[in-house]
């Protein structure tokens, strides 16, 4: 009996081991090719995780991740009660709720309007032309804006200068500060966002319109009855993805117009790491604020994706 | 017949679709505008550009700023190194995802999930811009090109969509080119990538432009100014006026108005003159490669 029970775990094991090698020898192709992006997510995806460990440390590079000095949860306690930090909050919200309560709803309403247009070119055209701007570059969108609100000779320097009667320097005051982004925002990836609701748009089983305008449905019910709910999935699953960027307001836009007249409102998280982490060499400080922010992304996640699944949608896990 | 007839009929309808077409039409040419006026302005005179508010042709034509920019030799380097790292670049990265998404594609590669899951997680959780600085910094890749490529070699969503893609491809194709002894290299050569051109465009224009109009990468990495490329010069002259004069690096005067609008527009052109070819590939590619699987 004994004998037996033990005689059984080499037994069990050691076709495992030789699996394992049937395997290698099997797929050696397969792994060689996967090789370089197997190496390539090691190092420059996870590695960095792994060095991220410096927020808890007092990181001086001389001795080394390992040889600094371990603080626990200092930076993170240092930030959180830095005077900074509600404004930085604030900032950061505000940007994201220009963009999922404006951007997001217009980029719906375009696709929208889109889908209800019958002739064919004009449709075809209008998207040619809304999608470029989604492949500027934020310098070249910057500089763009830089141009037409250059004070006193830009277009739409005047244009709004008219308007509204002021002669302020847009581009340097914090009142338009907001208002820019957000104009910005909405040129550069309105257009864009539309493809992927057209695409869903595309799915719909045109029959159901046909039985709809024989049951005497008009045209706004058509769309509220069929088009919508056949958008419905998409609009969650963007949600979610929007959700766990919140507190990602975009590097490149608000760091390329913020300037030193508007770091009251311009301020965000994200360049707050730049300044204090490249620009000042606070590496452990500035990794702990990133931690928490990629933290605060991955708990909105899967709280919208959990959300989302109690009230019967499709979640994207 | 009758039915579709139906639809054009009501008033509301009719109204609906002038103010729809109005609409659309305002949304197009606003999307555009910016870009043109910036088109003309860079063959406008200094005098025009600062006296007229807003112009799509200017009065009297003149190419002395795109003259003035080309005449620079740290412009033409920008914009000579910048062509060469785009090329290299999507090649090293394009061919780093091909790579990786063909074995993943496979249902019964041993350990395939675990690495799927792997790269999903990178798409919610990064460790952010310090640590990855110094993971660079580490390797002895800053003040160098490889900066710019290595760090985003694999985009996870291009990476999933290849993927997908390769999975969808008939089997019998592979079965047969492996019954007449090729290897997985050669299948992936001759069989494969053949079939994907289309989808492999998109994603090598994806990437290139990525690389043309990455900001943040020369920002954090180079430090060395002969090395920028032409979107760290262009920001370098644009934003000599709406910023004060401590925010510049340089102590060069300003440049003239029209010189801004040239630059702008080199550094846009090579994207337009990829646009076509992207717009007739993204959607199709996208839409194939997004199919769950």
């Given amino acids: ?23 290698v020898v099997r797929y050696r192709w397969l792994f060689l090719l996967m090789l370089p992006g197997v190496v390539y997510f090691a190092l420059f995806r996870f590695w960095p995780m792994y060095g991220a460990r410096i927020a808890f440390k007092n ?22 009660s830095n005077p900074d930090f509600p404004r930085l909050l604030v900032n950061t919200l505000v940007i994201a709720a220009l963009s999922l309560f404006i951007a997001f709803p217009l980029t719906i309403v375009l696709a929208l309007l889109l889908n209800e247009l019958r002739l064919q070119i004009l449709k075809r055209t209008v998207q040619t032309l809304v999608y470029i701007p989604h492949f500027l570059s934020w310098t070249v969108v910057v500089s763009i804006t830089a141009l037409l609100f250059a004070i006193d000779t830009g277009p739409l320097w005047t244009f709004f200068a008219g308007l509204f009667g002021t002669d302020a320097n847009m581009l340097a005051d914090p009142d338009w500060f907001r208002p820019l982004v957000l104009m910005q925002m909405v040129w550069k990836d309105t257009g864009w966002g539309t493809i992927i609701f057209l695409a869903a748009l595309a799915g719909v089983d045109q029959e159901q319109y046909e039985a709809a305008i024989i049951d005497g449905a008009g045209r706004w019910q058509r769309v509220w009855n069929i088009t919508i709910p056949s958008i419905l999935p998409t609009i969650v699953v963007l949600l979610i993805l929007h959700t766990g960027q919140i507190l990602n307001t975009g590097f490149e836009q608000i760091y390329l117009m913020s300037n030193s007249l508007n770091r009251t409102v311009a301020d965000v998280f994200d360049t707050y790491v730049y300044f204090a982490g490249i620009e000042q060499g606070a590496y452990s400080y500035s990794t702990a604020v990133g931690l928490f922010k990629a933290l605060v992304g991955l708990v909105l996640i899967f709280g919208t994706n959990w959300l989302a699944k109690r009230f019967n949608q499709q979640g994207i896990f | 017949m009758s039915t579709t007839h ?11 679709d002038v103010l729809n077409v109005a609409v659309l039409t305002g949304v197009g040419l606003l999307a555009i505008l910016p870009f043109l006026y910036v088109l003309a302005g860079s063959f406008a ?14 009065n009297e034509f003149t190419t002395a700023s795109y003259a003035s ?3 620079s030799d740290v412009f033409v380097r920008a914009f000579a190194t910048t062509v060469v790292v785009t090329f290299v670049g999507t090649f090293v990265q394009l061919g780093l995802t091909a790579l990786m998404a063909y074995p993943l594609a496979k249902p019964d590669l041993p350990g395939r999930r675990t690495i799927l899951s792997l790269v999903v997680f990178t798409m919610v959780f990064s460790a952010g811009m310090i640590p990855t600085f110094l993971v660079v910094k ?10 710019l490529i290595l760090p985003m070699a694999i985009n996870p969503f291009s990476l999933i969509i290849i993927k997908n893609f390769f999975q969808q491809l008939p089997h019998e194709l592979e079965e047969s080119a492996k019954i007449d002894g090729a290897n997985e290299l050669q299948v992936l050569w001759h069989v494969i990538l053949p079939l ?11 990437y290139a432009v990525g690389i043309w109009n ?8 180079l430090s060395d100014t002969s090395k920028w490329t032409l979107q760290m010069i262009l920001r370098q002259v644009t934003a000599a006026a709406s910023l004060s004069a401590d925010e510049m690096a340089t102590d060069v005067p300003p440049p003239a108005q029209g010189i801004k609008f040239a630059v702008v527009i080199i550094a846009t052109i090579p994207v337009l003159l990829a646009y076509p070819f992207l717009q007739k590939h993204f959607a199709k590619g996208m839409l194939i490669g997004s199919v769950k699987g």
């Fill in chain 2, 69 to 71: 920019i080309l005449s």
């Fill in chain 2, 6 to 16: 139906k639809r054009f009929n009501t008033r509301a309808g009719r109204a609906f």
């Fill in chain 2, 214 to 221: 990455d900001y943040l990468s020369p920002l954090l990495y």
């Fill in chain 1, 1 to 23: 009996m004994t004998t037996a029970l033990e005689a059984d775990p080499p037994r069990v094991r050691k076709p495992a081991r030789r699996r394992l090698r049937q395997d």
């Fill in chain 2, 196 to 206: 994907s051109k289309p989808v492999l465009a998109t994603f090598a224009l994806f």
């Fill in chain 1, 59 to 80: 990181y001086i590079p001389f001795l080394g991740i390992d040889g600094s000095e371990w603080v626990g949860f200092a930076h993170f306690q240092a930030f959180l």
């Fill in chain 2, 45 to 58: 005179t200094e005098l025009e550009i600062t006296t007229r508010p807003f112009f799509l042709w200017p």
């Fill in chain 2, 138 to 147: 580490d390797l002895g890749l800053l003040d160098t090109y490889w900066a």
